[in-house]
């Protein structure tokens, strides 16, 4: 048996980055940037009021007065310029105009007719945004980078209609025993439902995967194989039971046939210390164990980094946390141990 360690580096050698394509901006979240996106304008391309308010010609102190002469809203702007003793008003989005100073908030102002009198000293530039306070163009959105919902929101804003994105990796799911039938038929006295594909495909998906559910493979050589075969076009294939040492465990005898070069068998690990991988006709594959639990870890440890591999993304191992455990627990063995928490 080999350690968790030696094994995540062993199944991360197994990944080849996946080519970049382009996709519209709408389907590009959980995808990975596979290329920096650079901004096609300035934004914000104008200082722009924080808030609604009135813009000044001057600072102003308690007191001071001004003449209204005008307005600036969001999507039209004023187009005259203020001299000191004038103001214009202004609401939160819209223009700064020429000659503007500085913005009064409209909670610090008293208004009668065309005049205004501040209730509160201003400072220059108060409740500005900058011109290019977000970003400006040509900066780019570096890659490679998970792409979240505030990173299509920025891109949008970045007047950007497509990325380029790593394309998804297509991962076949092959459940295996003779003990399993699918959600809503009627399990005989000793079999069970499969669960695991409908687990691992989620957790694939969610990770920016495409799942390919196949068959469930009944214990038999030769059923194995046919499901095998339909794995064409898979850049990984996954297996869930069968892969320990048990008469009917036929996953890594079937898949040597085929041509499996395996890269290890056994973790030091608990659950999941059947677990196999290695490459099958240069497509990279994974041997999970049954055991629904087993199967999950297994897939957080091993499965999970190896797509973000195969995405391009840095630093694709599980990230540890330390917590302090409510109950004492017995000293470990000379497997690691994963325990639910």
């Given at each position: ?17 996946l ?41 102003g ?25 004038q ?22 102002t ?35 980078r998970?792409?979240k919902?505030?990173?299509v ?11 380029t ?6 991962v076949?799911?092959?459940?295996t ?10 399990p005989?006295p000793?079999q069970i439902?499969?669960?695991?594909n ?12 495409e799942a ?30 069968g ?9 890594g ?5 085929l041509?499996?070069?395996?890269a290890?068998?056994k ?19 994974l ?15 091993f ?28 000293a ?10």
């Open positions: 048996m080999i350690s968790v360690e030696e094994a995540l580096a062993r199944v991360l050698a197994l990944a080849t980055p080519p970049p394509e382009s996709v519209p901006l709408r389907e590009a979240s959980g995808r990975v940037l596979a290329a920096p996106a650079l901004a096609r304008l300035t934004q914000p391309p104008f200082d722009a009021s924080a808030m609604d308010g009135y813009a000044l010609g001057r600072v102190a308690t007191g001071d007065s001004f003449t209204v002469i005008g307005e600036s809203g969001a999507g039209h702007g004023f187009a005259g310029e203020l001299s000191p003793d103001a214009i008003r202004i609401f939160t989005g819209a223009p700064l105009p020429q000659g503007a100073a500085t913005i009064a908030i409209q909670e610090n008293t208004a009668k007719g065309a005049q205004i009198t501040l209730t509160a000293d201003t400072a220059a530039r108060d409740n500005i945004r900058p011109r290019g306070q977000d970003f400006t163009q040509g900066q780019p959105l570096a890659a490679p998970l792409l919902p505030n990173d929101a920025l891109l949008a804003s970045m007047n950007i209609p497509k990325v994105v790593t394309r998804r990796p297509i076949a799911l092959i459940g025993g003779d003990e399993l039938v699918m959600p809503g038929e009627t005989g000793d439902i499969a669960s695991n409908f687990a691992l495909a989620a957790m694939v998906e969610a990770a920016g995967a390919r559910m196949l068959p469930l493979a009944r214990d038999t050589e030769a059923d194995l194989r046919m499901v095998f075969s339909l794995t064409d076009g898979a850049d990984l294939i996954v297996t869930s039971g892969a320990s040492v048990g008469d009917h465990d036929l996953v005898k079937v898949a040597a046939d041509g499996l070069e395996r290890f068998w973790i030091a690990m608990r659950p999941g210390k059947p677990l196999m991988a290695g490459k099958l006709n240069g497509i990279p594959m041997g999970l164990p049954g055991n629904p639990v087993s199967a999950i870890v297994c897939a957080h440890l499965l999970l980094p190896l797509l973000r591999a195969m995405q391009g993304l840095p630093n694709p191992a599980p990230q540890t946390r330390r917590a302090r455990l409510a109950t004492d627990q017995p470990n063995g000379p497997r690691t141990h994963y325990m639910r928490a």
